[in-house]
Every structure is written in structure tokens, then in C-alpha cells.
T-cell receptor, first 115, second 112 residues
């Protein structure tokens, strides 16, 4: 199994450009989420989904959109990139919608630089 | 805002020594989890402890949870150079378990 696959691994954008970070999992997990990791800030939740067709906001949702049309895919869209969105982005999934017993499985991240 | 805070921020030890990292959190939780992150990689789940559990073991890892003090500790015994990584605690808050909240991590260096 591939687990959680994120593409691309690296991306450089100019301010104002838009792009989509891809995330796919092959474990039939209900729950998927996006985090950003910044130095000294740990991981912060951007958006999450508890199942196909259902999404909700995390701690830092502004400037990002998500959709969940299938169980497998959870893309993250940057609408108009800003330098403050320079970060490493992680997609993660878990078997169930509630994290009582299900740990998160992480992808290897997308390193995004906005100039 | 961050729910969990790890202490210390950085820890450097010699191979064979034990490493202890602490995590404090603010609100009631359903469970607390520990993750490891090697440089440039995604996080890997280590252990999950539920709010009604006090101690859990997995190989060389021992996790304790004190809900009265809102704190947890991760002990790695007989450390190896391969244990060099950042370690994060994450909490699943009661009433919001869909949002796993991570601390800022402890950077562990194990010197050979």
C-alpha cells in the first residue's frame, strides 16, 4: 500500500498565483486533514473532512479551500498565494472520523515557497 | 491555539541513555498521542493513550498520562542514534475530537 501520497514535493509560487496541493490515500480512511508546519509553531490544522462530501475548518483556514468528492482524495487549494503561506504542508488520514482510537497517517509533505 | 506544549524544546543525550519528554495541555481530552518526525519526513504515530489510562508501553517506549495535572510524559529507554528526531504530543479534545491538536515538539539528538 502507498498510504498517504502528496504531490508535488516542492513548489515555488509567486504572490497572487493559485495552485492545488494533491493528497490521496488508499487505505479507505474516513477522515482526512491538512496541516501546515512552520518553524517554532508546530503543526496547525487548516481543514479536515470526516467523510466524502463533508469538510470543516480547522485553526487556520483563511486563504485555503478544500473539497472531498471521493473517499480517496482531499485536495487543498490556495486561492491567491501570499508569502505568509510559505510552509510545509502535510496531509493526514485516519480510519475513523473521531480520533478516539485511530491514529493519523501522514504523507511526506509539500514544501511550498511563495515569493 | 496550541493545546499541548512539549518540554524541553531540545534534548541531547548519549546513546544508551534514557530520554524523557513532557507534554502539558489545557483542556479535557479523549486521548493523547505521541508522534515522531524524522528530518524532512512526515510524522509517524508512536503510541495512543486514552483519558482513562495511566500508563502504556510499546517496545522501548513508555507513556504516562496524568489527567489531574493535564500532563503526559514519553520515556525512551536505552536510546539509539536512530531515535534522533522531533517528538510531538497531540491531543484529541473532548467535544472536538475531529481536531487533533499538536504541540510544538521536542527535538531529540542521540549522540553515538
Amino acid at each position: 500500500n502507498a498510504g498517504v501520497t502528496q504531490t508535488p514535493k516542492f513548489q515555488v509560487l509567486k504572490t497572487g498565483q493559485s495552485m492545488t496541493l494533491q493528497c490521496a490515500q488508499d487505505m479507505n480512511h474516513e477522515y482526512m486533514s491538512w496541516y501546515r508546519q512552520d518553524p517554532g509553531m508546530g503543526l496547525r490544522l487548516i481543514h479536515y473532512s470526516v467523510g466524502a462530501g463533508i469538510t470543516d475548518q480547522g485553526e487556520v483556514p483563511n486563504g485555503y479551500n478544500v473539497s472531498r468528492s471521493t473517499t480517496e482524495d482531499f485536495p487543498l487549494r490556495l486561492l491567491s498565494a501570499a508569502p505568509s503561506q510559505t510552509s510545509v504542508y502535510f496531509c493526514a488520514s485516519s480510519r475513523t472520523a473521531f480520533t478516539y482510537n485511530s491514529p493519523l497517517h501522514f504523507g511526506n509533505g509539500t514544501r511550498l515557497t511563495v515569493t | 491555539s496550541q493545546q499541548g506544549e512539549e518540554d524541553p524544546q531540545a534534548l541531547s543525550i548519549q546513546e544508551g541513555e534514557n530520554a524523557t519528554m513532557n507534554c502539558s495541555y489545557k483542556t479535557s481530552i479523549n486521548n493523547l498521542q505521541w508522534y515522531r518526525q524524522n528530518s524532512g519526513r512526515g510524522l509517524v504515530h508512536l503510541i495512543l493513550i486514552r483519558s482513562n489510562e495511566r500508563e502504556k508501553h510499546s517496545g522501548r517506549l513508555r507513556v504516562t498520562l496524568d489527567t489531574s495535572k493535564k500532563s503526559s510524559s514519553l520515556l525512551i529507554t536505552a536510546s539509539r542514534a536512530a531515535d534522533t528526531a522531533s517528538y510531538f504530543c497531540a491531543t484529541a479534545p473532548q467535544g472536538g475530537s475531529e481536531k487533533l491538536v499538536f504541540g510544538k515538539g521536542t527535538k531529540l539528538t542521540v549522540n553515538p
